[in-house]
């Protein structure tokens, strides 16, 4: 499958843990984008990289997020000290520098 | 106003029908629009991008009023398979020093075909 994957595809963790979440890209694709999604509503934009570069972050993403792509390949998102509000599903997308976004499968995340 | 605002459904429609989607957007300058197609507890998968002369793909037509920051989504002859939420989306234009691709999805509106 030459798609976007992502890992874990589910995550519980308990409230102030740590936890991190792998996307690998669709392998010629330069652009990588995290979103999340929460019940009955649409995605909503995270972060963005162009290669390597963080070029954009919402002002959703608090100081207990973190999202790293350190060779332009696959990249990670980390929250630290999670929340009950942090769950929600994990989505990353990669596009080609014009071409449209494709999602992976997403880690759905849930804090007890 | 919500920056992108979608009919809150849910539509359940008999096979066979034909159903519209509506779907406005507060920026003017938005660059390009789309509308995907997200199945229960699956990824969003781009349906169809939407172009301001209106495009066609088999069943599906989708317009795009620039003036009236309007876009629709019509569904002919409507297949069980179709069943999904359906999501107009948005990508507005650069912030400065930023992307020009950040998305920005409406709700959603639930279609259930039914047999």
């Known amino acids: 499958d030459t798609g976007v994957s992502q890992n874990p595809r589910h995550k519980i963790t308990k409230r102030g843990q740590n936890v991190t979440f792998r996307c690998d890209p669709i392998?010629?694709?330069?652009?990588l984008y995290w979103y999340r999604q929460t019940l009955g509503q649409g995605p909503e934009f995270l972060t963005y990289?162009?290669?390597?570069?963080?070029?954009?972050k919402s002002r959703l993403l608090s100081d207990r997020f973190s999202a790293e792509r350190p060779k332009g390949s696959f990249s990670t998102l980390e929250i630290q000290r999670t929340e009950q509000g942090d769950s929600a599903m994990y989505l990353c997308?990669?596009?080609?520098?014009?071409?449209?976004?494709?999602f992976g499968p997403g880690t759905r995340l849930t804090v007890l | 106003r919500k920056e992108v605002e979608q009919d809150p459904g849910p539509f359940n429609v008999p096979e066979g029908a034909t159903v519209a989607f509506n779907c406005t957007y507060s920026?003017?300058?938005?660059?390009?629009f789309f509308w995907y197609r997200q199945d229960c507890r699956k990824e969003p998968k781009l349906l169809m991008s939407?172009?301001?002369s209106g495009n066609e793909d088999g069943r599906f037509t989708a317009q795009l009023n620039r003036a009236s920051q309007y876009i629709s989504l019509l569904i002919r002859d409507s297949k069980l398979s179709d069943s999904a939420t359906y999501l107009c989306?948005?990508?507005?234009?650069?912030?400065?020093?930023?992307?020009?691709?950040?998305?920005?999805f409406g709700k959603g509106t639930l279609l259930t075909v039914n047999p």
């Open positions: 939407v172009y301001s």
């Open positions: 989306v948005v990508n507005p234009p650069p912030n400065s020093g930023g992307s020009n691709y950040k998305l920005t």
């Open positions: 392998s010629e694709h330069n652009r």
């Open positions: 997308a990669s596009s080609s520098r014009k071409g449209s976004q494709y």
């Open positions: 920026n003017s300058a938005s660059q390009s």
């Open positions: 990289f162009q290669n390597e570069a963080q070029l954009e």
